[in-house]
């Protein structure tokens, strides 16, 4: 049974921007973890207390290449099947919830805000403490994603009156 | 036709996440970066508030004249580690309860202070820059009047070594007396100081300071050279990066 993730990856246009899109995010992920630093020199450093999170920021950047790129691929595919349309969008929305998880970033914008900064800087330092589980949380919801776009049924392709008619 | 837009739709929405992601870093990097080297800023803090931080910006500077960060920044009477010839100023700017500020105490500022503290090439200087809320400001009293007693440093490791979740709990007052009495201190003389009221404006004029050289993110330092050159160090990096910087500012 074909699978739409790997058809997905054998057209070589979505392979590069699933690469695109994991090296973006990827960067981004372990930028803001503090992995991965630019100034005053490029730095990469992992502190072994981090293991876990660094893992989890792979896992989510692979998870949310797949899951975008397979979902791009499924609207693309809309006129075929409504259902890898609804499929697509979905994984698409999983995505960006997944990739809204870890707003804990927001803290050192929080940190001159001001007044505002003050109730919405709580919330941050709330979720920041609780940063591991709340990526556990988002690898979920990538790989529910995952298997309802593997399950979309792209394959239930509804031939156009015409060709129906000429095949009987 | 409808194919040539779709493919249009996708890649504006591909390339749109690409722009927020990379527009995204590059926000943080200019923030992050906006003190490096000798900056000037044409609006400095008030002359108040620079006075209590005992910097050496007089109260007869003009306002509209350039401030010079790098002076302010080494200038005053803070906690130093160190001997205070050496060659390369460490300001760190921090707050004990964020947890970064934590990880970095307990797994780079062993080895900084044994490779470039110890061995007089830098002297590592503090600065609160307290955002976590009121813990953090009672946190940094606590220091300073442990300070009072010649044992601020004793006091910041303490801190950090029993630093947890912030704001829940583990720096309340009541905590801090405990731990002050856990260093052995004077606890007439550390309940006097603590309660006094007396670093409160100090506190406020660091986090200003803070804010008028860049600060975005805790830890945050400034390694500034005996020629006045300053290289920025945003974020928990590995004490390597240090000992390239003061290399590169004393080489």
Known sequence: MPSPTVDTFKDVRYLCVAVTILFAYGIMLLFLDQFLFFTPYFTFYVPPSEALNFSLDLILAILTSIVLTVSVRQINLQRGSGGATRAGALGIVAAIIAG??????????????????????????????????????????????????????VCKISLPLEITKQSE | MKQISQGIAVSIFLGLILIMVLG???????TSASSTLSTTMSTPVSDETLSVAGTTISSSTPSSTAFNVTAALISGSPPILGSPNASVTIV????YQCPTCGAWFSTQEASLVQNLVNTGKAKLVWRDFDFYGLDSVSASEAAYAAG???????????????QQIP??????RQNLVKLATQ??????QFNSDFNSGKYDSLISANHALGVQAGVTETPTFFLIGSNGKMITIAGGQPESVFEQAVAQLTG
């Open chain 2, 92 to 95: 760190e700017f921090g707050d």
């Open chain 2, 183 to 188: 260093l052995g201190l004077n606890m007439t």
């Open chain 2, 148 to 162: 009072e007693q010649g044992k601020f440093w004793q006091f910041h490791d303490l801190l950090f070594q029993n």
């Open chain 1, 100 to 153: 809204a998880c870890p707003c804990y970033y927001l803290i050192p914008v929080l940190a001159v805000a001001g007044t505002v900064g003050g109730a919405l800087g709580a919330l941050g330092i709330l979720l920041n403490a609780f940063q591991v589980p709340i990526k556990f949380a988002a690898t979920l919801i990538l790989i529910f994603a995952v298997y309802k776009l593997n399950s979309s049924g």
């Open chain 2, 24 to 30: 995204g870093i590059g926000w943080h990097l200019l």
């Open chain 2, 167 to 172: 704001n829940g709990g583990w720096a309340s």
